[in-house]
């Protein structure tokens, strides 16, 4: 049976970020008491938004793309509406609304609290591009989802000071401006009242987050952790800078605090970070990491890394190759280097060839695939602790979840176990995930005891 179609459909397409994920649900959230409700189909809704991100020239052209497919549908449905947000709207603003006939609204990342005066205008008509940062967005918190499942996002802080050579955040989110931690701590209790048992804090630079009332991440993480309901806390993500030695002690310390830590690096060459801005160098980064796997036991650790940065030499490149040999990162998110509107890279010279860019990629993550699958093996024979989250993509009668760590176990089980911790041996490595058998001594632990 399908899904039957409300009176007011509502499809948002998602491109990006864990930040955008989290704008999503919360545009969900501020228009539902309108009578938006999700739909899983284009073809069921009155209002498509489409949540953008411009933070690769690759990512904003699947947008692009995506938005030329839409031109069909609102051919036939005369009366669909069709709004873009995200950083790319924010990058672009009227321009798009220019360029785009079939487009109805824009908006930017700081005005989504006014989505329904702008559908509202479009409805009758009026097609508007609305991009300003800092109106009084940020006065209101956005409602929750209304189901919003059994984990959840929380922004905690948005925008950036950093301004990376490379990157366009901070001409899109504006500068750093962290939540209040009253604001967070009732965010995080209203999403553990609807069900959430699994938190990921989210910030552009998450551990530079600062209390306006005082306090600083370390302090919000341990407030955090004693929500009455929660099992598990994430944060993404971390800049090498600010990690201090107090958030590596409140994770060590905080057992509803998962041992996962996304710690880009970058580059493992002193001269690329410099031109990057990075504002650390490969030592301190090192160190840092040694202290993270000293003190945090069983921890996860990801990285982000940019190859053909402007200027990049072969020697650069084998210095990222082997941080990636003494990192040895659980997981890795690589790129190639494009240039991004407004930033410092951009006007850089030694821009480095396409297929230089690809080959060292290639390189990199064909590196990095055989380091997690070697990691990956070396868990056989160990027992995880899982949060089921549902029926696995692939294969029949099996059940998925996510380790305290971060990875996702695939194991027999039935529906049963969904928004369930298990423990879980595993039994075989693959590059991206592991495969497990369910141990019959099931942790009720966290079943039973919802402080
Ligand atoms: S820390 Fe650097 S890479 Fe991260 S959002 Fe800020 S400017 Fe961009």
């Not at 500068?175 to 069900?195: F, K, N, T, W, Y």
């Not at 998962?258 to 490969?282: C, F, T, W």
């Not at 996510?402 to 996702?408: E, F, K």
């Amino acid at each position: 049976m399908g899904q039957p179609t409300p009176s007011r459909g509502l499809y948002i397409a998602t491109f990006g970020c864990q930040m955008n994920v989290y704008d999503s649900d919360r545009m969900a959230g501020l228009l539902a008491p309108l009578g938006f409700e999700l739909v899983d189909d284009p073809e069921h809704a009155e209002l498509i938004l489409i949540n953008t991100c411009s933070v690769r020239r690759s990512a904003e052209h699947k947008v692009y793309s995506y938005l030329g497919q839409l031109k069909e549908l609102k051919g036939r449905r005369g009366r669909l509406l069709i709004g873009l947000g995200g950083c790319l709207a924010q990058q672009e603003g009227q321009r798009l609304l220019d360029q785009v006939p079939h487009l109805d609204l824009v908006f930017g990342t700081g005005v989504i609290h006014r989505l329904p005066e702008l559908i509202a205008e479009a409805a009758a008509g009026r097609r508007r591009a609305l991009t300003e940062l800092d109106g009084p967005a940020a006065a209101a918190p956005l409602p929750i989802p209304p189901r919003p499942g059994i984990k959840a996002h929380l922004t905690v802080m948005r925008g950036c000071d950093n301004f990376c050579a490379y990157c366009v955040v901070p001409h899109t989110r504006g500068r750093e401006h962290s939540r209040p931690a009253d604001e967070v701590a009732a965010e995080a209790a209203a999403l553990c009242a609807a069900g959430v048992r699994e938190i990921t804090l989210l910030g552009q630079n998450v551990n530079s987050y600062a209390d306006p009332g005082g306090g600083d991440f370390a302090d919000l993480l341990a407030r955090l952790a004693d929500t009455p309901g929660l099992w598990r806390l994430r944060f993404v993500t971390s800049h090498p800078k600010d990690l201090s030695d107090r958030l590596v002690e409140a994770m060590a310390s905080q057992e509803r605090v998962m041992e996962q830590i996304h710690l880009p690096a970058q580059s493992g060459s002193d001269r690329v970070l410099k031109a990057m801005n990075r504002r650390y160098s490969r030592r301190q980064y090192l160190d840092k990491v040694s202290r993270l796997r000293r003190r945090v036991e069983g921890l996860a650790l990801g990285g982000d890394i940019i190859v053909g940065f402007p200027g990049e030499t072969p020697q650069d490149f084998q210095a990222t190759m082997s941080l990636l040999e003494t990192v040895r990162y659980d997981y890795l998110f690589s790129f190639k280097y494009s240039d991004r509107p407004f930033t410092r890279a951009a006007k850089m010279n030694g821009k480095l060839s396409e297929d230089i860019k690809a080959r060292r990629l290639a390189e990199l993550q064909a590196r990095q695939r055989e380091i997690s699958l070697e990691t990956h093996r070396g868990l056989v024979g160990r027992v995880l602790e899982v949060l089921v989250e549902g029926p696995a993509k692939h294969g029949q009668g099996l059940v998925a979840g996510r380790s305290r760590c971060g990875r996702m176990v695939n194991f027999t089980g039935g529906p049963d176990l969904i928004g369930r911790v298990v423990r879980v041996r595993i039994t075989e490595g693959r590059v991206n995930s592991l495969v497990g058998r369910l141990n019959q001594e099931e942790v009720q632990r966290h079943d039973t005891n919802d402080r």
